[in-house]
C-alpha cells in the first residue's frame, strides 16, 4: 500500500545545475551506473490487521509483517515491515523511509542489500504528515527536537509528539523480539545487547526523511555506517539543524550520501552534505573522504520525481529490469559491511 507522496511547497522549482569538475569523481560515479546484472527479483505477501501480528514470507525469504500492540498501544501508523535474515553472521541494515512512504516502496535496494550479504529490515514508523524540511524551514533546533521525538519519543512538542511506545527505538525492538519469535533461525536477538540496541553491528540508511533520522541516529550512537538517499535536507539558506554542530558519534569515513543531479532538494541536502563533511555546495562530489557523496548525472524526471528515484522503487530500470543505480547501491553498501 502506496502513501501519497508529499508535494514540497516552500522550494522553489527551479533547480540549479552544479558543475562536476573533477573528472575521477565524476569517472567513479558513471562507473557504477553501468554493468547491470541479474533481474531486479519481485515481491509478494498479504497483509493481516490487529489485534494479532500476522507475517508472511514473499518468494525471496522476506517477512512482510506488522507489529503487535506497543506497551499496549496499536502502532500508528501501522503499515507491513520488511525483513529477511542473513544465512550467516551479518551487519545488519535498519531502512527508514521518506516522508509518506512504507517498506515495501524500496523493495529492490532492501533485496540489493540482502543480496550482498546485510541482514535486513524496512522499519515503518511514524513519518505522515508534513515533512521534516516542511516543518522547520530555518528553524535550526526544531529539526534536533522533531528527530529526537521520533527516535526515542523524548521531547514531544508543536513539532512532533510521538509517544516512547512509538517511537523508532521501540519498534525496532519490537520488531526484533516479534522476529525472534517468527524467524528464530535468523539469530535476530545479537543486534541487541541486554535489550539495548547494539548500533556498532547497525548500519542505518533511508530516503529523505528517513535519511536525515537516520543521519541524526548516528551523530547520537556510533553506528556501523550510514547510507542517505537524496538527504539528508536539513539546511535552510544559511541555517543547519542545530544538532549537526559538533563531532559526532560515527565518523565521516563511515557516511556515505548518493542524490541525483536537478533534485528539488539538492540545494539543500548539498548544504547539509558540507555541514557533515561529505562535501561542497560546489563539488559534492569530489570531498577528501574519497567520494563520501555521489551525485549521478542521469536524468530521471521532474525535480520532485528525481527527489525519490535515488532509491525508491520508481527509480529507473533498463532493459532488463534491473535498477540503473543498483551498481551505486551496492558500492555504497560494500562500503560499510565491515567492521
Not at 535468523?186 to 536525515?212: C, E, F, K, M, T
Request: charged share 15%; proline share 7%; hydrophobic share 40%.
Amino acid at each position: 500500500m502506496r502513501r501519497r507522496w508529499f508535494r514540497p511547497s516552500t522550494v522553489s522549482r527551479s533547480v540549479r545545475s552544479r558543475s562536476l569538475s573533477t573528472g575521477r569523481a565524476l569517472a567513479v560515479t558513471v562507473a557504477m551506473l553501468v554493468g547491470v546484472g541479474a533481474a531486479a527479483p519481485a515481491f509478494a505477501g498479504t497483509d493481516a490487521g490487529h489485534p494479532s501480528a500476522s507475517s508472511s514470507p514473499s518468494d525471496h525469504g522476506f517477512l512482510r509483517f506488522r507489529l503487535p500492540y506497543l506497551d499496549g498501544i496499536a502502532p500508528a501508523p501501522d503499515f507491513p515491515n520488511l525483513a529477511r535474515a542473513a544465512a550467516r553472521p551479518a551487519p545488519l541494515l535498519l531502512f527508514l523511509p521518506a516522508t509518506g512512504a512504507v517498506p515495501d516502496d524500496y523493495r529492490a535496494f532492501l533485496a540489493t542489500a540482502a543480496a550482498v550479504g546485510y541482514s535486513v529490515i524496512g522499519l515503518d514508523y511514524p513519518n505522515l504528515g508534513r515533512s521534516v524540511t516542511r516543518t522547520c524551514l530555518g528553524d535550526a533546533k526544531c529539526y534536533t527536537m522533531l528527530q529526537r521525538n521520533r527516535f526515542t519519543g523524548a521531547d514531544p512538542s508543536r513539532f512532533s509528539h510521538v509517544t516512547a511506545a512509538n517511537s523508532i527505538t521501540n519498534r525496532f525492538r519490537a520488531t526484533v523480539h516479534y522476529l525472534e519469535q517468527h524467524d528464530p533461525s535468523g539469530r535476530w536477538g545479537r543486534y541487541l545487547q541486554h535489550g539495548h540496541i547494539d548500533w556498532s553491528r547497525i548500519v542505518v540508511a533511508g530516503h529523505s526523511q528517513g535519511g536525515g533520522e537516520s543521519a541524526f541516529i548516528a551523530h547520537y550512537n556510533r553506528v556501523q555506517g550510514v547510507l542517505m538517499f537524496s538527504s539528508p535536507v536539513e539546511s535552510y539558506d544559511n541555517v543547519t539543524a542545530s544538532w549537526i554542530d559538533g563531532k559526532g558519534a560515527t565518523p565521516v569515513s563511515r557516511m556515505f550520501g548518493f542524490d541525483v543531479l536537478g533534485d528539488i532538494y539538492q540545494d539543500r541536502i548539498a548544504g547539509s552534505w558540507r555541514k557533515l563533511g561529505l562535501g561542497t555546495d560546489h563539488d559534492p562530489v569530489a570531498v577528501p573522504t574519497g567520494g563520501h557523496a555521489l551525485l549521478s548525472s542521469l536524468p530521471v524526471g521532474s525535480p520532485i520525481q528525481t527527489h525519490g528515484r535515488s532509491v525508491d522503487d520508481r527509480t529507473p530500470r533498463g532493459a532488463n529490469g534491473v535498477p540503473v543505480f543498483a551498481p551505486t547501491w551496492r558500492w555504497m553498501l560494500d562500503q560499510v559491511r565491515q567492521p
